[in-house]
């Protein structure tokens, strides 16, 4: 996977990948902090707002050659 920070030509955060690790923290409210690690030892952080993620839908996956099976699905309440 690619080091990457991709946004839509709106401005709008598009999607964000990280060879190293992230770490994403609810600082109440609607506020939220997410960042991610990078290969080359710099970082990227993020400060945003949304009730969305108060309730988020949970999903880990199998290392992707593998099939995704339900009883690795579960809701984060």
């Known amino acids: 996977m690619d080091d990457r920070v991709d946004f839509n ?12 690790g992230a770490h994403l923290e609810h600082l ?6 997410l960042t991610f690690q990078h290969a080359d ?5 993020f400060w ?5 993620l108060k309730q988020p839908f949970y999903e880990k ?3 992707s050659s593998a099939a995704l099976s339900p009883a690795s699905r579960r809701s984060l309440k």
Request: proline share 3%; with cysteine; net charge positive.
């Open 61 to 63: 996956r199998e290392p």
């Open 48 to 52: 945003f707002k949304s009730k969305g």
């Open 28 to 33: 109440g409210g609607k506020r939220w902090f």
């Open 41 to 45: 030892g710099t970082s990227s952080a």
């Open 9 to 20: 030509e709106d401005g709008t955060l598009d999607e964000v990948c990280s060879a190293k």
